[in-house]
């Protein structure tokens, strides 16, 4: 019997500096059935050039403009939702850097859970790139009265437990496994996030559908932590964690549960906003501030009046 056919998506937005990296430890994978879908979000550095360049082969889905995240992944999975050919998808930024056996293990560990009648998500283990045995925050448990990680483990080394497959409930969409008849079942990506929690979002989503989700540490990746976004240092990614943190509790919780949330939540940014104004970083002030106004006035998608320029991945 043949292997199950895995349809690698990707999004590209302006990632010339990582690409190289990415292409040349993908082209190690010893996995013998998989494809590569690559969707450029309006590149203006040639990254879909340089994706035509190192893999010919790849089915290359050119936006005229930054979709995010959600939009340019949805794109490509409508198409491949309807697919018989697929047998999973596997979502994979393009800032990672993959170990050549890391599909097998996922493959191995989702055909087990399906030939009991449980179908499941698989996540793999996820190293900071350059510093091998510290961990990235990609998999684990999620706190819904903080909107936040449980017992985070982000630059933490790993230890025996951390070899351990377990349930989990909450997986990063850098690098994660996915039964290609789930986005029937589930739906796609919620495009209200545009980009950041929209893979808590569609893990809980499954979950509530009856898909497990697994991490599975016999797979390695490394994860260039922010090398697309910035994160909570780059204003970009401070007004979306500001708006879409709260976005996404409010979706999944009773209303007297978010309120205790959105309390703690604007306590906290109260006091993470002085901390940098004390630091001279009014940008992430401000960006805070934006991403707080546009979640109470409901203004969800790509942020209004800014030109997105940085990549929605």
Same mark, same amino acid.
């Given at each position: 019997?043949?292997?199950?056919?895995?349809?690698?998506?990707?999004?590209?937005?302006?990632?010339?500096?990582?690409?190289?990296?990415?292409?040349?430890?993908?082209?190690?994978?010893?996995?013998?059935?998989?494809?590569?879908?690559?969707?450029?979000?309006?590149?203006?550095?040639?990254?879909?050039?340089?994706?035509?360049?190192?893999?010919?082969?790849?089915?290359?889905?050119?936006?005229?403009?930054?979709?995010?995240?959600?939009?340019?992944?949805?794109?490509?999975?409508?198409?491949?939702?309807? =697919?018989?050919?697929? =047998?999973?998808?596997?979502?994979?930024?393009?800032?990672?850097?993959?170990?050549?056996?890391?599909?097998?293990?996922?493959?191995?560990?989702?055909?087990?859970?399906?030939?009991?009648?449980?179908?499941?998500?698989?996540?793999?283990?996820? $190293?900071?790139?350059?510093?091998?045995? *510290?961990?990235?925050?990609?998999?684990?448990?999620?706190?819904?009265?903080?909107?936040?990680?449980?017992?985070?483990?982000?630059?933490?080394?790993?230890?025996?437990?951390?070899?351990?497959?377990?349930?989990?409930?909450?997986?990063?969409?850098?690098?994660?496994?996915?039964?290609?008849?789930?986005?029937?079942?589930?739906?796609?990506?919620?495009?209200?996030?545009?980009?950041?929690?929209?893979?808590?979002? $569609?893990? #809980?989503?499954? *979950?509530?559908?009856?898909?497990?989700?697994?991490?599975?540490?016999?797979?390695?990746?490394?994860?260039?932590?922010?090398?697309?976004?910035?994160?909570? $240092?780059?204003?970009?990614?401070?007004?979306?964690?500001?708006?879409?943190?709260?976005?996404?509790?409010?979706?999944?919780?009773?209303?007297?549960?978010?309120?205790?949330? $959105?309390?703690?939540?604007?306590?906290?940014?109260?006091? #993470?906003?002085?901390?940098?104004?004390?630091?001279?970083?009014?940008?992430?002030?401000?960006?805070?501030?934006?991403?707080?106004?546009?979640?109470?006035?409901?203004?969800?998608?790509?942020?209004?009046?800014?030109?997105?320029?940085?990549?929605?991945?």
């Amino acid at each position: 019997m043949s292997e199950p056919h895995v349809a690698i998506l990707t999004v590209t937005t302006n990632a010339a500096g990582h690409l190289p990296v990415f292409f040349g430890a993908l082209a190690r994978a010893t996995y013998p059935n998989w494809s590569l879908t690559v969707v450029d979000n309006g590149s203006s550095d040639g990254s879909a050039a340089i994706v035509k360049q190192r893999w010919p082969a790849a089915n290359l889905l050119r936006n005229s403009a930054n979709l995010g995240f959600t939009g340019a992944c949805n794109r490509a999975l409508e198409a491949m939702q309807d =697919d018989p050919a697929i =047998d999973y998808v596997l979502f994979l930024n393009d800032d990672t850097e993959v170990t050549p056996g890391f599909i097998e293990p996922l493959v191995a560990r989702a055909e087990a859970f399906a030939a009991k009648g449980q179908p499941a998500l698989v996540a793999p283990k996820t $190293f900071l790139a350059g510093r091998e045995g *510290i961990l990235d925050d990609s998999a684990g448990q999620f706190d819904w009265w903080r909107g936040a990680w449980k017992r985070r483990v982000y630059g933490r080394a790993e230890t025996a437990a951390d070899n351990r497959a377990r349930r989990i409930d909450n997986a990063n969409l850098s690098c994660l496994l996915v039964p290609r008849e789930t986005f029937a079942r589930v739906g796609l990506l919620d495009d209200a996030f545009f980009v950041y929690y929209d893979d808590t979002d $569609f893990c #809980r989503r499954a *979950i509530d559908a009856g898909y497990a989700v697994i991490y599975e540490p016999a797979s390695v990746v490394f994860h260039q932590k922010g090398a697309t976004l910035g994160g909570q $240092f780059s204003a970009f990614g401070c007004y979306y964690l500001s708006r879409n943190r709260p976005y996404l509790v409010r979706k999944h919780q009773p209303w007297p549960r978010f309120a205790v949330f $959105f309390a703690y939540y604007l306590a906290t940014r109260a006091a #993470r906003s002085a901390l940098w104004l004390a630091s001279g970083r009014r940008d992430l002030v401000a960006a805070t501030a934006a991403g707080l106004r546009d979640f109470t006035l409901n203004r969800m998608g790509p942020r209004r009046g800014s030109a997105q320029a940085h990549p929605g991945a």
